[in-house]
């Protein structure tokens, strides 16, 4: 196993001699077996390698023993040690995190925070071949593209995996063997994670049911999707500069002639890039923008389509035009929505249930992203009943009868592009609080009672807010 | 949806105006849904329709009633019916598959049959987006690459699936609206097929706690992965002519200088593009000959793989030449592997168990492909215990200090990769028969009682054969 780590960390060009990393340490098996791969390591190559504990601020669960733990075998390793102690549930209320992601997030901004004190070092984490096919079918469910085919990076930027390639049961027989103690993770055993119930449910069933080797045909299929990632994207990069044209203000065009000259696998990639640079992020830039830049291409000059971070696409004789949104400008006092937000438990004996139209409630957990309250985009949908249906806003619009030009001023509080609410006209049915919900996320919404009688809010003929 | 499937045929130019196509109607709702749909599409385009039907001639089941439905909706319809009478347990113990996939066999033949008879038909299958799905999910975990990835083909040579971006619910939803009734395949209620396994569990567990969109998501990975495998079919086309030079008598040379100009993730795609062709097939040529081929690269001139259907690659000055392996002349005679296979029922009352070293039995219900008496090959590996421990043959040969040249002529019974048997010498404890066996595969190798003396299977010197 150590071999085969070697030979990883050589493929990826993880390491170098002289290199200086620390690895994350939470006292599981997994990362108790990188400390004791790396200081193996660190006996034939010139690498110097020290450890961080961070202790996440819950004391159920045995995080005192835990951190106790990692202190000792430290020692006991005579590796050099520094311990966070961080809140995680107070970051998780703060950022409206669940406490998996407030969790990563914080230990992500320790490790950070060490590497950069110890002049820019590597950070190892511990992550398995296991964890990699789990992302594989959390990606997958999630709806992914070839990059989230390609699973977990082995190296990205100053993190590397040497761990990547194996199994957690090689991981924990390589302990076994060599009486390696190590603590439990309980959040690991906990179903109460989807990932965790991924690994309990799904992968075991795919081994026992359809084939013994389902995990590492899994993450054959990763590494091969992985290096046909960086080959696509070497090729997007070749076609994006073929066929896009930069404008001053930020603007991208798209010229037609060329664009017609990128095999049709790669158009959906080379309009992908072009997104992501006019918008100066990669985030949240959707198949379904996308798809209605493609669109766009078949349609007559001057139509327009709308994209995210308030860019729009404009059919101009050219190609298409990526540009900020114009009307943004006009309309730009309303682009500080007049809302606010807060989550609460069900069982908080304060609540009361909210009785005007411009206050409402979801299910919290029901939530997949962020909530963002903003105006409409191209692919924005909603569930309309319990059977789980759904309506493309544009359509809900259309059988509506709202005007063309007020459906871009009506506020949505959005999760990704399925919409929680259409702000003063009607719900997501799926986002309803049940008996089985948990958290609450209550948003006010204020604009309705302030703006002039036009606004949206304010027109109660327009259907029932309040469908059950 | 007929709006939509109307689309879809024409993004995949299923059909053309005058076109004969045959409908595969086992009275499902898919099926019949499928008939209705491509009925109502021809009073809209010139098509001619015409459905058949295939007995599998298990009664049980209600396929009697099944084809007595099929007959009556095909009546009232006025379509053309054909009903085939077959006897698929039959052909599923002659041909040693199982009844699913003689059910396969025989309905593809029968269907075949028909549009050869009609000039030629097309063929249109009732696959629907969940079938896409379950297939996506066995393939990952059978082990695919690209290809696997793009789930079953809309279109395949006369083959066409209409329905195939439907969800199954969205069908059962449009027949009832109609009041269209279907028969309920019970084969398909029951969990005794793995595709059914995933259907019942998999892809409900990751709709119900990952994302309610789960199968749509997959769906529209799969589609991206249809055409990347495209791109990556023609570009890979491009460099297997830059860098393969044929030879007389059905060789190849993989030309050292132009295969490194092929990009990095494209050239696993050229060498088994490269083993296809030479090979003849592009049956069973796996990852690993093609891991083997690679290795072979940054190996001495004179050096070899053993490369399955015969072949070997042997790098020479050029680079790599792959040729048939010429031992197999020399040693022809041993080319038939003589030996006998039978499959039968572990209820059966006359079955004795057998006590020679030259017969032996294994669970039958866990090979995967079909059964192949050959010689070694590279990737080869067995189960060497009930743990499920795998051992490579390359490893087992050296730890029992068999001669290089012996290993050459042992016979061995594979399913796959995996080595079942290594005749005279050890089985593979994975296909050990157990309580939970249901069907027995008998191997007799008479060869060992007719060989020589120094045929393996006379050495009771190396090692017991049975390990339990």
Redesign the interface.
Known sequence: MYQKMKAYIQEYHMLQEQDKVIAGVSGGPDSICLLFMLLRLKKEMKIEVRAVHVHHGIREGGADADEAYVREICRKWDVDLAVFHEDVPEYARRHKLTLEEAGRDVRRQCLEKAGDAWGGAKIALAHHQDDNVET???N???????K??GGIPPAEGRYIRPLLPFRKQEIELYLKKREISYCTDETNQEEHY?RN??RA??LP???K??????VR??A??IG??R??A???G?ETERFFHLCVRKEAGGGLVIREEDYRKV????R?YVLHEALCRAAGKRKDIE?VHVASLQELMGKQTGKKAHLPYRLEGVRCYEGIRIRKREEEETHSYREIPPVSLRVFDRTDPDIRFPDTPYTKWFDYDII?STVKIRHREAGDYLTINRS?NTQKLKQYFINEKIPREERDRIWLAADGQEILWIVGLRQNQ?YQITDRTKRILEIEFYGGKEDDGKDQCNDPGRGSDTEN
């Open positions: 594989l079918l959390l997958l469910s999630r709806g992914c593209g070839l989230g085919l989807t119930r991924i449910r799904v069933y795919l081994e049911e359809v084939n013994d080797q389902a045909h899994m054959q299929t091969e999707m290096s046909l960086a080959y696509v070497q095999p049709e696998a790669l959906s198949a997949k789980g799926k």
